[in-house]
């Protein structure tokens, strides 16, 4: 009979409202499998744990502790921001994690993050063979950006895409009310430096029921301001009102994005402010039209309390797929969602070669963009509208949504040696 | 027998998450009093509507479509910000109004607002007796900002509390999560320009649960910088992380918004800004801290799938109050809400005469923020936390709240002159 070997799981980049549940369905999965996986320890604040060998025992949580991740937003172990450099240019950090893994006898690594992540998974599970202690790393795939390749979706969009629809419809309701004597322009501003997935989803506040004049800039069109405020004006005109969502990456044709604006306050230092004022700024000089603004920023991507079921669901079981992935022997995947039926949607998961994942960014198709560059087709509705299927509310008590906070206590450390990141 | 006379009933000033309850509460509560109220005519974009004589005949509207106002975020008829000058400078804006209700058999004004209206609501009640056509005026209270007095909140504010607590809770994870490597300062700001009641809400992002640094930047203190940096500083040590919740009414001391900078583009003009930007890079200009900011604006006030049950039902109850007082032979009164018992929280209506309420407004209690400032009191918590209480979600559909658009049908005009606004 094998030993139980431990699993190593740590979290990667921005987080979401739905990594936890990522997380929940790893341990959850490896919970029922003692005879095969003994510990998992996650990396306290992401990889930078695994280097500085500061492991978290899950050990220690109770079933109930690890059952709340699911409803949990942001990452309950902590994430980073930090990049593996290349074997060659840090092997040492290669090195390291190896020893790590051998110590505390880990066999299974998972890694729950974007294409970066998928990089370094990837590597780890090469390097790990050739230095001799063979790793088996799945990748398990996590972004609000929506620009992993292979996988029909990532975990955590759906849930941010939800919040920017329900957002915008809500918003557009109110300025509606005000047009005659007060506000006729709303714009919001989304994440999504890159690819325009999240502004795409501002196109869902509108539908058959709701005649919402809603103009999207996306970062994959050049931004045409005379286009535009032609665009805003004929909406003002027509409904009285217009909504504007805008992309944090929506730039001018040079490339330099709307946000970046030369400015500077009275000491002269620059000033750092973001594309929703300065597109509201603009409408405001050209027509004198009164407008509000709001920048959602983080309270997109951890707005837990208006998560989309599918996306909770799909995020659990990319975890739970990955640990059975890795039970199977599996080494250097990912576990994808397939779309296997679109009306009714219907899903499953599959299987994606690191090799194919690692260093290929997704962006928006062409034909998920309207003609004139401001809206979304159907094809984008169709693809988005199962993504944001159903409500998962967490519990609440005293008005308040009960997320819990793990007691994330570490193992002892083996290694004499520390390491400075 | 009675015969039975028409009512009126407009929205006023910025709308709320739960104005439409309000409203949902005069209708369904006058639909309950055939033999006493005819029609429910509302007024097209708030008092204008009355001014111009665009009625909507809410008798168009089937039951289930008025059902639907309770959770319908925004003003369904449309609201405005016009006040009604002093009678000696314009009587003929009075007259017309008494024109319209006398053409129209008006005998209720149900006005739904805040302060201005409530002024304007005890107006017309006296005016209208001294034309010769009496008029029932109630006001129907309203306000994020939860500024009138006697009672002892505002419906719509409990709504935007909740949303703000939930929000801070949310990225206050999220921020938490990522500190270690990447952002470590997040500012959040809050409406409330005069009154800090929506800012303390951010205070409850935190409980014995949840040990969540956050520093409120109050309207009613003035701003102190280098108090505010080294509490900044002390969180971002103790926690690695601190959250701000800053209101756009938060000041110099000589009185001038932190969100009025002095700043200018490329082309000279000057910025509109908001206060979480400055906050943000005053932090990061005083110690490098990476951060991120977020301007909630409408989003906050149009939040009606994170709605608190509480303010749901108190909207309601304020309605239907209205419409029982005025049958009831009330005149120039508001009903208010009266708490009864903080452990467990009770209240009931009560009734106010707008003599007392018009040109009040009620500020935060000294004795509800803290000594430093930057916090709130337990008194404060135990105020807000019963207001908060309760989910009360909308119906979804494919993944979206399904609000009601009203068919908002007018009344034939009856009146020959047509008048400027």
């Not at 492991?55 to 079933?63: A, F, P």
Request: with cysteine; aromatic share 10%.
């Amino acid at each position: 009979m094998e030993q139980a070997k431990n699993a190593f799981y740590a979290q990667s980049g921005g987080v979401t409202a739905v990594i936890n549940a990522s997380a929940c369905g790893v341990i959850e999965t490896a919970r029922r499998h003692p005879d095969r996986i003994g510990h998992v320890y996650a990396g306290a604040n992401g990889i930078i744990g695994a280097l500085t060998e500061d492991l978290i025992d899950t050990s220690r949580e109770s079933d109930a502790a690890i059952a709340a991740l699911r409803h949990t937003p942001s990452g309950a172990f902590g994430s980073c921001r930090y990049k593996l450099r290349s074997v060659d240019e840090n092997r040492a950090e290669y090195e390291r994690l190896i020893d790590v893994f051998r110590a505390h006898d880990i066999a299974y690594f998972f890694y729950n993050g974007g294409g970066d992540s998928a990089d370094t998974c990837h590597k780890i599970s090469q390097i790990s063979q050739s230095m001799g202690y063979p790793v088996q790393a799945i990748h398990i795939p996590k972004t609000v950006d929506n620009d992993l390749p292979i996988t029909d979706n990532c975990p955590g969009f759906g849930s941010v895409a939800k919040y920017i629809a329900v957002s915008t419809r809500e918003a557009s309701f109110d300025v509606r009310s005000m047009a005659r004597t007060s506000t006729k322009v709303f714009v919001i501003e989304v994440m999504g430096r890159h690819a325009g997935w999240i502004a795409a989803a501002g196109g869902l506040a509108a539908d058959e029921n709701n005649d919402i004049p809603v103009v999207i800039l996306f970062p994959e069109i050049d931004f045409d301001r005379p286009r535009f405020l032609a665009r805003v004006k004929e909406n003002v005109e027509s409904h009285g009102y217009c909504s504007v969502v805008v992309s944090e990456g929506a730039h001018w044709p040079d490339g330099k994005f709307l946000a970046e604006q030369d400015t500077r306050d009275a000491f002269g230092h620059a000033q750092l402010g973001g594309a929703a004022p300065v597109v509201a700024n603009m409408v405001k000089e050209a027509f004198g039209y009164k407008f509000h603004w709001a920048v959602a920023d983080y309270l997109q991507r951890a707005a837990r309390h208006v998560a989309s079921k599918t996306d909770v669901e799909q995020a659990y079981a990319v975890g739970k797929a990955a640990v059975e992935f890795a039970l199977a022997g599996a080494n250097a995947v990912m576990p994808t969602i397939v779309r296997t039926s679109q009306e009714p949607y219907a899903w499953e998961i599959g299987k994606a070669a690191l090799a194919e994942v690692a260093n290929v960014e997704k962006f928006m198709p062409a034909e998920y963009i309207s003609e004139d560059g401001f809206g979304i087709t159907e094809a984008c509705r169709q693809y988005l509208l199962p993504l944001i299927e159903g409500e998962d509310y967490p519990p609440y008590h005293n008005g308040m949504p009960q997320y819990v906070e793990l007691k994330n206590i570490l193992v002892e450390k083996k290694l004499k040696d520390s390491f400075e990141l």
